[in-house]
């Protein structure tokens, strides 16, 4: 049976029969439709097509959320433009087309700033601004969907025809919106059926947003999707920075629990107060106890509480934690009947807690019990191209909030951030971009200008280390032998327990700290060593 699709649209009131003589950009929009390919490929082709038919220097379709425009494709913009995410308020030009029905052209003495000034790819070289530039709303199934932007840096090189053109293909690029929609949808039933429940729908918080589009990092956030369904206690894993909140509020937004995370940082909980922070306490139970508390265990009580940095507890708070994961239950300090509690747990770390185990300052129960899904988040270093992803997002925020008109990277300060190895992950790349921003502006850049960091302003130390001469070991005399393999390292754990202390002014609860230690652990040790 032979199909005959009519596409109509309400907005321009035009229809598209497949028996009438289409345009060129017409037939590659529909062939581009019926291609096998998967959603972002298919949005790709079509930028790429719009470009080319539109004589543009840069085409993006704008996904609308949370009041910020979210780049989905884009043809023509340099790569870390796909990690910004400009919020209309801060954008005139972008909030203009919004409001709009109709395409809006803004013309080469638009006194309004182009959102992609500097950010062509065709002069990454130069901070050149854009000339002319037009653009429509998108609308999907009756709703603001988001926006289609494309800009060029030639005066005049949009005029009516062009404007008409845009206007009477929207209806082709909404379909395609649509379908992507379409597909996301019935991938996340498949899920359903598969007897996971399906992801939620809704759009994640743009400052909750997990921005990364490397193997990686998809592998990783369909993986953490598909455990977020279950109830199974999740442990993250990876380097300070790596930002384990966020996939921990993930796992959450995607659970079947509506109430709020609650998140609890473990090594910021004091020793005397951690068992009443966690599981609460009755008036009386302590001097300063005047009221009942409930703990952070009862306040999530039915949703989900996220221990981070959990190789901090105490291993008398880990035994009372243990008893929480296999009984559900919980005890206030000071109350002798205990309290049910559903909850599930997240903790995360970034210390090797097998490690712990065998140095005895975790135990290995919990760990078993905490490791049921294990799930390590890659270090920023191995994400390839997410680095610039992720800079432009950092570039955007500082942009905004310094009122600069736009804020780009060098070439040269791009093959610098892909070079450098980021030991403080995404938090230290944060701070990298934050201090070269305001480094420019103290060095005589200009807010009205287009100011561009280049690497003397990021001041990454890009060198390959120096890899030592192998050091030839030298015969210990006689007399400078250890007595034993146990004296050898009784007197090694005793000149690391010494100059700890001298660091930290003779504090033994910050040594034991800094030791990974236990502070009751650490006084036993000391005892046993002869050095108390």
């Avoid at 070289?125 to 289609?148: F, K, R, Y």
């Avoid at 390839?384 to 909030?401: C, H, I, P, Q």
Wanted: net charge neutral.
């Amino acid at each position: 049976m032979k199909l005959t699709v009519i596409i109509t649209h309400a907005k321009q009131g035009v229809y598209y029969p497949n028996k009438v003589l289409l345009t060129m950009l017409e037939a590659a929009l529909l062939k581009n439709l019926s291609s096998p390919h998967s959603g972002p490929e298919r949005m790709q082709r079509l930028v790429s097509a719009l470009r080319k038919h539109f004589q543009s220097d840069a085409v993006a379709v704008l996904r609308l959320q949370d009041d910020a425009l979210i780049p989905e494709a884009v043809d023509g913009l340099v790569h870390e433009a796909l990690g910004r995410r400009f919020q209309v308020a801060a954008h005139p030009r972008l909030a203009a087309i919004l409001q709009s029905s109709q395409p809006v052209h803004f013309q080469a003495d638009c006194a309004l700033p182009d959102p992609y000034d500097g950010l062509l790819q065709v002069h990454a070289g130069e901070p050149l601004p854009v000339h002319d530039c037009m653009g429509i709303s998108l609308t999907v199934d009756g709703s603001l969907w988001g926006a289609l932007t494309l800009d060029a840096l030639g005066v005049d090189t949009f005029g009516e025809q062009r404007i008409a053109e845009l206007r009477s293909h929207a209806v082709l690029i909404e379909v395609a919106v649509r379908m992507n929609r379409l597909e996301d949808e019935g991938a996340s039933l498949r899920q359903g059926r598969s007897g996971a429940s399906p992801a939620p729908l809704a759009d994640t918080p743009v400052d909750e947003e997990i921005v990364g589009q490397s193997p990686a990092m998809l592998s990783l956030l369909h993986e953490i999707d598909v455990v977020a369904a279950s109830d199974l206690p999740v442990l993250l894993l990876g380097e300070t920075g790596v930002g384990k909140e966020l996939f921990a509020r993930r796992i959450h937004r995607h659970s079947t629990r509506a109430k709020p995370l609650v998140q609890v940082n473990c090594a910021a909980l004091p020793e005397t107060l951690a068992e009443s922070e966690l599981f609460g306490h009755v008036r009386g139970a302590f001097s300063g106890a005047t009221t009942d508390r409930a703990g952070r265990f009862e306040v999530a009580d039915g949703g989900t509480i996220f221990l981070d940095e959990i190789g901090e507890l105490p291993l008398i708070i880990q035994a009372k934690l243990l008893r929480t994961l296999q009984n559900g239950e919980i005890q206030r300090l000071g109350e002798d009947r205990p309290r049910r509690v559903n909850v599930r747990v997240i903790v995360a770390t970034n210390r090797d807690l097998q490690q712990g185990v065998k140095d005895g300052v975790f135990r290995a129960d919990l760990y078993h019990r905490l490791s049921v899904y294990p799930v390590h988040i890659p270090p920023l270093r191995e994400r390839g191209n997410d680095a610039l992803l992720l800079a432009g997002r950092f570039l955007e925020l500082n942009r905004v909030r310094l009122g600069i008109r736009s804020l780009r990277l060098s070439p040269a300060a791009e093959s610098d951030i892909l070079r450098y190895p980021w030991p403080g992950n995404v938090r230290e790349l944060e701070h990298v971009i934050s201090r070269a921003s305001i480094k420019a502006l103290s060095r005589g850049a200009r807010a009205a200008d287009i100011v561009t960091l280049e690497p003397a302003l990021l001041d990454l130390d890009t060198r390959q280390p120096d890899v030592p001469e192998p050091q030839t070991a030298q015969p210990l005399s006689a007399a400078a032998l250890p007595v034993s393999m146990n004296e050898a390292v009784a007197q090694r754990q005793r000149e690391v327990i010494q100059q700890t202390l001298a660091a930290t002014g003779a504090n033994w609860a910050l040594t034991a700290r800094q030791l990974g230690l236990d502070a009751s652990n650490l006084h036993k040790l000391a005892r046993r060593l002869g050095m108390k």
